[in-house]
């Protein structure tokens, strides 16, 4: 069974901060990785995707992979409070579905 | 908005009914998935469709819950005799085209069974 698993949280960072998002995935073999953002009562929002080891940078945010260590973050620069929401890491599955952890809520305080 | 399209967006029924949700994808999208989330859970997967054609199943998709995307466009998740246990948000998702790796989200249908 492929798992992926991620902190819970609470995260709290104050406003301007560098937020460092964490995920471990089980499946050696998974390929592709996605970060979504849910705010409260919403579906989830996609933020960015990655492929390859390395980081990848989009605006205040960048992916990292690291598949030797099964482990994949994302870290939003400049947090604003608008950045309060509950993070999903996803895996993508053998059939296209994705597999999500539980998601770490984070707080950015003014 | 991301294009696809949910509805009804809430749902309230009593235990032993039967409901319906329906999802439009992105129109050039021919990858249709469902989800179910819990409170405190991440989304989890329940079906998908490639085109018209129904191509996995979870084990979560219990006898009860049936879906289907007639002329692989819109997608119907029907659950019969619905438990209080069902309560959740089902949401949808599609993907194809370019980015055909990337799931794009709807809004979801909340469900509530009473």
């Known amino acids: 069974q492929k798992e992926v698993e991620q902190n819970s949280g609470p995260l709290s960072v104050p406003e301007g901060a560098i937020a460092s998002l964490n995920c471990t995935y089980s499946?050696?073999?998974?390929?592709?990785f996605f970060w979504y953002r849910q705010y409260s009562g919403k579906s989830p929002e996609l933020i960015m995707f990655i492929y390859s080891n390395g980081d990848k940078e989009d605006g205040r945010f960048t992916a990292q992979l690291n598949k030797a260590s099964q482990y994949v973050s994302l870290l939003i620069r400049d947090s604003q409070p608008s950045d309060s929401a509950t993070y999903l890491c996803?895996?993508?599955?053998?059939?296209?579905?994705?597999?999500f952890g539980k998601g770490t809520k984070l707080s950015v305080k003014p | 908005d991301t294009g696809v399209s949910q509805d009804p967006r809430h749902k309230i029924t009593k235990r032993g009914q039967n409901v319906t949700f329906r999802c439009d994808p992105i129109s050039e999208h021919n990858r249709l998935y469902w989800y179910r989330q819990t409170l405190g859970q991440g989304p989890e997967f329940l079906t998908y469709?490639?085109?018209?054609?129904?191509?996995?199943k979870s084990r979560l998709l219990s006898d009860r819950f049936s879906a289907e995307r007639p002329k692989g466009s819109f997608s119907t998740l029907e659950i019969q005799r619905t438990e209080q246990g069902d309560s959740a948000m089902y949401l949808c998702a599609s993907s194809g085209g370019i980015k055909k790796g990337t799931q794009y989200f709807g809004p979801g249908t909340r469900l509530t069974v009473l």
């Open positions: 469709f490639q085109n018209e054609a129904q191509l996995e």
């Open positions: 996803a895996v993508k599955g053998s059939q296209g579905n994705l597999i």
């Open positions: 499946d050696r073999g998974s390929q592709s």
